[in-house]
């Protein structure tokens, strides 16, 4: 006879030799990859002391000061500082609206895997579970790879020059990012009160709203907030490339070597990302 | 009530967790279930509460077979059957009144449920509950701020809320202390008592087993190795019954011993006198 399991309900799906083995590999090739990215990368840091390299770190910063805080500056500047608000806040939207359908469709525990579908049959499990969970993972992973940035290039094409353009670049891109991570969130709940419900005849949806999501709001709602402050700086670089806001601001200023006009801007962002940062602080602590 | 026929049950690792188990438990009776750990009694009440599909073997519950059963009947049938289990499954960030008022959930519509979550429901009958369980005060408490044992009372109370035919109760209490076992399990026992409800419990301490129940089914390796009244439970089938495992043959000579850990709480056990 068998070896008996004490099997209790979270452990049923053990790790396989395979998997226990994963960690200690992955250590080697990651400590192998950074030794030979120190190459590849060109880590060198004596070439900052070479030539006039901090020669033109000095001028780029001396002229910065005295910084333009001139009032005709400040109010033109006014309106781009808002945009980039309005932009990042916009982008965070959509890419909520991605992120969470796609997040719970790329959630093993809710499509296929685990307590849940103990009873579903393996074609249905496969059919309605296993095949819409890859390609949503898949699906993620596209939005994830490709670089807000090079988003903001395609959408200036296609939608023009302006913020628009910036908001579906941050929507697409931080909402794969924001779905990779809300799936990550659900599948780390505790499965016992899941499956508790699931016992008591809850359907499904019972069982995401009493079970999954008081267990996962918080989280999901500390890194929505978290991806919203990285959404205002990555509003900023998407100016560059002419999706509005401060970025196309101190594009301008750079390229016209207007450098304390850069470093107005700079504190600006600075203030706004700062702001932020205390308001999700208040959010968190109030969900918590 | 339960009707079990050659139950195998077989995991996906290759394990084999039941083997060939037979039972069968009548409306309102009151079994405890012993045996060593690993021995396939928490799967055996996962398979009596419909979240595990048995291998091989038929399930019949009140003379309906359930391996044929749709989503929509599983649920039916899965509203009638209350579980407890050893760990506290409640949601620890929701208050008690919701965690007690998830009983509803097999009844309740999605809108209903959601609505229960800005603006609790049956506050009443979630007060009921409680009082029943001896702690009306921590309705609105936050579930974690409550100690093991009283969040152990408050799945009780979800279950009261549930109203089941049938009442599994997990191993119920091997996580609270000794004292308050024996109060949980004489609460459980009352309450399925008074409203004549089937009650099969999973039980640790064999004092408890043999103190509180009429029938005392012994599970090892996945068998039902005996079935009978607990004046016939003696230390030689007990000793059978635990050989190999250490901690329980320990617990088995404390209870030789007349050592009982639960202290005069419990009912002199019958074959263990000197």
């Given amino acids: 006879m068998a070896r008996i399991p004490s099997a209790p309900p979270a452990d049923r799906f053990r790790a396989s030799g395979s998997r226990r083995r994963f960690p200690y590999l992955f250590t080697a090739v990651f400590a192998a990859s950074v030794l030979f990215s120190l190459r590849a990368a060109q880590v060198d840091p004596r070439r900052l002391l070479e030539g006039d390299a901090l020669g033109n770190v000095a001028k780029f910063v001396r002229g910065m000061f005295p910084p333009r805080l001139d009032g005709e500056f400040l109010g033109l500047m006014a309106r781009p500082a808002i945009e980039t608000v309005q932009i990042s806040v916009m982008g965070t939207a959509i890419a909520v609206a991605l992120g969470v359908p796609l997040g719970l469709l790329a959630t093993s525990s809710l499509t296929w895997r685990g307590v849940l579908h103990e009873r579903t049959s393996r074609t249905g499990r496969w059919l309605l579970g296993f095949a819409p969970y890859a390609a949503a993972r898949a699906v993620l992973s596209v939005f994830r790879a490709i670089p807000e940035y090079v988003w903001a290039f395609m959408f200036v094409r296609a939608v023009g020059l302006g913020p628009f353009a910036g908001v579906l670049a941050i929507g697409v891109a931080y909402g794969g990012m924001l779905g990779k991570v809300y799936s990550e969130i659900l599948e780390n709940v505790s499965p016992r009160p899941l499956e508790t419900l699931r016992a008591a005849g809850a359907s499904r949806l019972g069982v995401a709203l009493y079970g999954l999501v008081p267990q996962a709001l918080p989280n999901v709602i500390a890194y929505t907030l978290y991806r919203w402050e990285c959404a205002i700086r990555a509003s900023a670089i998407l100016g560059f490339v002419g999706a509005g806001g401060l970025g196309q601001q101190i594009e301008l200023s750079m390229r016209m070597f207007q450098f304390d006009e850069v470093l107005t801007l700079l504190a600006i962002l600075f203030v706004l990302v700062a702001s932020v940062d205390v308001l999700s602080g208040r959010i968190r602590g109030w969900v918590a | 009530m339960y009707e079990l026929a050659g139950i195998r049950k077989v995991f996906a690792d290759g394990s084999v967790a039941l083997e060939d188990l037979s039972l069968r438990v009548g409306p309102g009776e009151h079994v405890a279930f012993i045996g060593p750990s690993g021995a396939g009694k928490t799967t055996l009440f996962r398979i009596l509460n419909l979240t595990l599909r048995p291998t091989a073997g038929t399930l019949i519950f009140e003379g309906q077979d359930v391996a044929g059963l749709s989503d929509a009947g599983l649920r039916r049938v899965r509203t009638r059957i209350g579980t407890i289990y050893q760990q506290q499954n409640l949601v620890g960030r929701l208050r008690v009144v919701h965690n007690v008022l998830a009983g509803h959930l097999g009844r309740w519509s999605t809108a209903t449920a959601l609505a229960s979550l800005v603006r609790p429901r049956d506050v009443a009958g979630a007060g009921r509950a409680l009082e029943q369980v001896g702690m009306p005060e921590k309705l609105w408490a936050r579930t974690d701020e409550l100690s093991g044992g009283q969040q152990q009372r408050v799945a009780i109370a979800r279950v009261l809320v549930q109203d089941p035919d049938v009442i599994l109760a997990d191993e119920p209490v091997s996580a609270v202390d000794p004292s308050l076992a024996v109060s949980i399990v004489t609460l459980l026992r009352d309450l399925s008592h008074e409203s004549r409800k089937t009650l099969l419990m999973n039980l640790h301490s064999v004092d408890l087993a043999l103190g509180y129940f009429p029938r005392i089914v012994g599970v090892r390796d996945g068998r039902v190795r005996f079935d009978l009244s607990p004046d016939r439970v003696g230390p030689e089938l007990l000793a ?28 002199p056990l019958p074959g263990f006198r000197k």
């Fill in chain 2, 240 to 267: 059978e019954l635990y050989a190999g495992h250490r901690d329980e043959e320990r617990q088995l000579e404390r209870l030789r011993d007349g050592q009982n850990p639960l202290g005069a709480a419990c009912r």
